[in-house]
């Protein structure tokens, strides 16, 4: 109750000072004001963009004519291909890119015009008559997710998630508008339409779901068929309508007559053994872009609906986004890995001709010195050039299982590697980066912090570990603390560890014996929405990013006694924040937020920036503010 009592006192006191701090100043200053929505509250004094490594994971492509055009977090890179007399692709240039806010999750291209859904929420029309100078025709923002789209006639047909169906009328590619929002069972993940019908892959069980949109304003439900699990792709060939699911049990490929809209009929369903992602349909084959161990392409015969047979298929470890057939290449959207343009001419054995690759999923960042050492997902360590903060270069890249965090220690960079656990790289030639020692940990290593001879880590479920690295070729887990909850998060401070544990809150371990480690004391609200994500200290405070309660600010003078002493709120959800002098740099779920901490009790809002996309880690240093934007790339902000 004490808790509650001083959270909504600070609430008040909150409102205030940002109540006079707006009287008092204009509004933020944003690089890219056309990019980026400001609300109508920012102030001065608010981070300024100045760099950005990594374009991100692929998650699309579409092809048109002699020109590809690929996507991914804040941008779409347009490819000339060559091909030979045959028409086959034997080359490949870069010859433009275009921005978007976010991360491009599909694309259409149409009679010059490419159509561009990014995970912001917006649609944006390019003209492309020109492939290497195209032009922003018009967009639309719109209040939703958006999962996939699709084309017909002068309309645009998107599925939004929980929104069901929009439906767009681009018929004035300068103003796109808004037509109707269709409703639809279970939450859209994919849609196909022929003849003014459309067809929805819907998660949650819903499956197949038919509606008749021939006068958008009045959607009309006809049939549905439910399918176990995630519904996430879908195509059609007129008569019969092909759907890929995700399911722990029964992953496949279901083959659905819809000869009667009003009741499809199940006619085949072909197994998958971890599920996919989507499907593309040409001819007699079905091309599926698989997920797990099922991973990359398969390619699937069904010139006979009940009874399709799996022809051949090309595998690799990371989960495959989207599949886009042209004259028989398969231009693969591989994620983390990039794009995969595979020959299937012999759809028995798909083989790799070109490949461009993607900077990966950032999670985690760390400075010293000239450089930046990302924790780059799946692609492991990668090291960065930051010396012109306006053009990061790359300098090398080590592969891990999947780098969640880094610390960085004098010449080594000790990572956090979710299921792998701990690895320690020799960067003492930042050229050439080595391995030198690795140890599993039980849990998922989220985050790491080394001080002196010890390695803390939180390894989420496992809770916290701690390893002596006195001898670093031969790290000893000397200790483990079960949290009671997921930990994200720890730092250390006057041998007490500090760690954000998820709904177990901020927890206080005595570490002044590393190997015998002593809980303290908790800090935690029983409300719903409070999740601890991750912590920072300054003096006698900790700052934890608390979930959807913000920033909360936690008393650390009695580590045996925490104690409430401040609060930001945040409406979305605060998953990191760091320090730097008299701000606090917290990232939501869209933002970079500033606030003024002179007084810890009242933290003070100075402004925002709004993420491309959802931000994972942010590292505020005396060369600039770095956030770990996962699909969005390393982005780098000025003090």
Known sequence: MKDLFVFKIFKLAVLYCVLVVMCCYGRLVLANPSEVRVSDNAINNAVEMTGRWNQGPVYASVTSGNYLYFGSSGTVRVVAVEKDGAGNAIAWEEVASIETDGVVRDMIIRDNYLYIADGSGWLRLVNVK???KPKLSGALELDSEIKAIHFEGERVYIAAGWDGIHVIDVSKPNKPELINSAPSKGYSLDVVVKDSIAYVAAGHDAGLQISDLSEPNKPKALGSHPIAGSASGIDTDGRHVFVVNMDDHAPSLSIFDVSNKESPTQVAAEPLEYGAERVRVEGDLAYVAGVANDAGLIVIDVSDPTNPKKLGAWWDSTCSESVTIDNQIAYLAHGDQGLEVLDVRKPDAPTVIKHFSAAGQVRGIDTQGAY????????GLKIVDVTDSANPKDVSELKTYRALDVDVAGPFVH????????????ISDPQ???EIAALDTPGYAEGIQVRGHYTYIADGEGGLRILNVSNPEQPVEVAAVDLGGYAYEVRVHNDIAYVAAGKAGLVAVNVSMPASPIILDKYKFSERKFE???VEL???HAYLAAGYMGMLVVDITSPNDLKSAGIFESKRRANNVSLFGNKAYLIDSASVKVLDIRNPEAPVYIGERELPANGARIHASDNGVYVAGMESGLLIFEQ
């Not at 930046?372 to 692609?379: H, L, S, W």
């Not at 990572?415 to 020799?426: E, F, N, P, S, T």
């Open 538 to 540: 300054k003096g006698n």
């Open 432 to 434: 050439n980066p080595v």
């Open 372 to 379: 930046a050492y990302v924790a780059n997902g799946y692609r």
């Open 532 to 534: 601890a994500r991750g």
């Open 130 to 132: 020109s492939p290497s």
């Open 415 to 426: 990572v956090a590697d979710d299921w792998a656990g701990y690895k320690l790289i020799d």
